[in-house]
């Protein structure tokens, strides 16, 4: 009597979530073993903004870019993200800088296993895995800019696959 899978079971992909994450584990190390300089080449104008708003409400002078005007302008998720990252650093730095960039290439690497599960209950493994490697390959150019498309692109997939495993086995005219 053969057992059939649950699309829900997960167990015997294993091996190719692991190597989802060490894929996302070396570009991770990649990113951090670049001298501040390239990381800052690579850090889009807009993150900078971020970063520095985000230190000012952890040193309680609230929601401003240069101490004096306060401003609104930016994804507060994103934001509310970086504000832990500045608890632990409050004076800023290179350290929590390149913190987001961890942050951001964890969020990657969670949106590519999320969106692999989210393959496999209609896909084969291979299929899954390719789709998978496609998104960590152009995620790690988009994803790690300083902004917050990791986390757009992690709550995106995360949704989507909630909405898939809540709704698979419904009939459409209910």
Not at 95 to 109: E, H, K, W
Request: proline residues 3%; hydrophobic residues 55%.
């Amino acid at each position: 009597m053969t057992k059939e899978k649950s699309p829900h079971c997960y167990l015997n992909d294993n091996a190719l979530m692991i190597a989802l994450a060490a894929i996302a584990l070396l570009a991770l190390s990649l990113w951090n073993a670049l001298s501040l300089r390239g990381l800052i080449q690579i850090t889009a104008d807009d993150a900078f903004y971020y970063l520095e708003i985000a230190q000012n409400v952890i040193q309680g002078k609230g929601s401003t870019f240069d101490g004096i005007h306060l401003t609104n302008g930016y994804q507060p998720l994103w934001l509310f993200v970086l504000l832990p990252i500045f608890a632990l650093f409050p004076s800023g730095g290179e350290i929590p800088f390149r913190l987001a960039f961890v942050l951001q290439s964890v969020l990657g690497a969670l949106s590519a296993m999320v969106l692999y599960r989210l393959l496999r209950l209609g896909f084969r493994k291979t299929t899954s895995l390719l789709v998978s490697l496609v998104w960590i390959s152009w995620g790690s150019r988009y994803f790690i800019t300083g902004m917050e498309t990791a986390l757009y692109a992690f709550v995106l997939v995360i949704t989507i696959w909630f909405w898939v495993v809540r709704f698979h086995n419904r009939d459409v005219a209910e």
